[in-house]
């Protein structure tokens, strides 16, 4: 199971979150929609290697949360390039968190989620919590 600070749209969704807060004042709408763009390329691997229905649509779940929800709210801001130059810095750091935490983003192992062997984390817990309380799997 990856890790929630292995996994780049949780750091743009922490982003977000602070722009809101008026935290940072460099506005995450460039790596949302990037982001959306790519999980949408996900969505459509999901669904190639025939992943559990379970996963696709917790997947959609979460990412309505997390990426769709949060450029609804940000519908009347601008695409400003400072939010690329933002973008581009927190996914250096990124890279060089993943560096020090030893782990190869191009690894295979790191997608293995796609093929359903493998739920990214908010995935893994919501299953957790369904298992639980309310349906076995």
């Known amino acids: 199971m990856n890790r929630f600070d292995l996994v780049f749209s949780y750091w743009i969704f922490t982003w977000y979150i602070l722009y809101i807060c008026n935290i940072v004042k460099y506005n995450p709408k460039w790596a949302l929609t990037i982001g959306l763009i790519e999980n949408i390329g996900v969505?459509?691997?999901?669904?190639?290697?025939?992943?559990?229905?379970?996963?696709?649509?917790?997947?959609?779940f979460i990412n309505f949360f997390i990426k769709i929800l949060p450029l609804w709210t940000l519908r009347k801001t601008i695409y400003d390039i400072m939010g690329i130059y933002s973008l581009i810095i927190l996914f250096l750091i990124y890279l060089l968190w993943?560096?020090?935490?030893?782990?190869?983003?191009?690894?295979?192992?790191?997608?293995?989620?796609?093929?359903?062997?493998?739920?990214?984390?908010?995935?893994?817990?919501i299953k957790l919590i369904l298992k639980k309380y309310i349906y076995s799997f």
Request: aromatic letters at 14%; proline letters at 4%.
């Open 43 to 60: 969505l459509c691997l999901m669904i190639y290697y025939k992943n559990s229905i379970i996963n696709v649509l917790l997947f959609c």
């Open 98 to 125: 993943m560096k020090i935490n030893n782990v190869n983003i191009i690894d295979i192992k790191n997608v293995a989620w796609i093929k359903d062997d493998d739920p990214g984390p908010l995935t893994y817990y």
